[in-house]
């Protein structure tokens, strides 16, 4: 099972400011996709990249495939209350029926 | 349309007692996944089922867990006898089944405390 990394665990900040959390793994993504997990949900898919170098924006969230598909970054701006979460990576396992591989998370806390 | 159904949304039992989760799936939906997820990780794949058969249960711990999904719809995840490590958030997903990867929908989770 690939093993995916991610950083940093924990991140508080206030609103307003920009962050950017990591996903990396020794080898190379089918594909990879972002969730974030609101306390006392399921998660909930917020993009797919498939492509090396691929950028995809989603409002103030901006996501990064690396050009070797080792790692993605996601990038958010001017963060709000709302953001707040742990936002997990996660890469589709194609020999066991593509369930998915999820990284530890990085929980978000944005305060006013 | 309605989303992944589970319950109940909160279970506290003592170790050594059995527990039984439920999960209805959004409609259509061939493909099942019931992913446990301990407090501070990611979700890890317990069982997949595709309708009514079993695609992947290599990481169901078969000595205490048990799961089915009868006549391919709903499925039940049972713990029996329960341990203090199986504290966690019990997370059930489905998707529409054609080739290749699909998006995956989650429900809200059970979660589990074992005193």
């Known amino acids: 099972t690939q093993l995916l990394e991610q950083s940093p665990q924990f991140l508080s900040i206030q609103e307003g400011e920009n962050l950017t959390v990591y996903c990396n793994s020794s080898?190379?993504?089918?594909?990879l996709q972002w969730y974030r997990q609101e306390p006392g949900e399921g998660p909930v898919l917020l993009v797919t990249?498939?492509?090396?170098?691929e950028v995809k924006k989603l409002k103030r969230l901006t996501f990064q495939f690396g050009d070797a598909r080792k790692d993605s970054s996601l990038h958010i701006t001017a963060a709000q209350p709302g953001d707040t979460g742990l936002y997990l990576c996660?890469?589709?396992?194609?020999?066991?029926?593509?369930?998915?591989?999820f990284g530890k998370g990085t929980s978000l806390l944005v305060t006013p | 349309e309605a989303g992944v159904a589970q319950s109940p949304r909160y279970k506290i039992i003592e170790k050594r007692q059995s527990v039984a989760f439920w999960c209805n799936p959004i409609?259509?939906?061939?493909?099942l996944y019931w992913y446990q997820q301990i407090l501070g990780q990611g979700p890890k794949l317990l069982i997949q089922?595709?309708?009514?058969?079993?695609?992947?249960d290599s990481q169901l711990p078969k000595d205490r867990f048990s799961a089915e999904r009868l006549k391919g719809v709903d499925s039940t995840l049972k713990i029996q006898p329960a341990k203090l490590e199986d504290s966690a958030v019990y997370l059930c997903?489905?998707?529409?089944?054609?080739?290749?990867?699909?998006?995956?929908?989650f429900g809200p989770g059970t979660r589990l405390t074992v005193l």
């Open positions: 996660a890469s589709p396992e194609r020999n066991s029926g593509y369930a998915l591989n």
């Open positions: 089922f595709q309708n009514n058969g079993v695609v992947d």
């Open positions: 080898s190379v993504f089918s594909s």
């Open positions: 990249v498939v492509t090396g170098g």
């Open positions: 409609s259509g939906h061939a493909t």
């Open positions: 997903a489905s998707s529409p089944w054609t080739s290749g990867f699909n998006e995956q929908f």
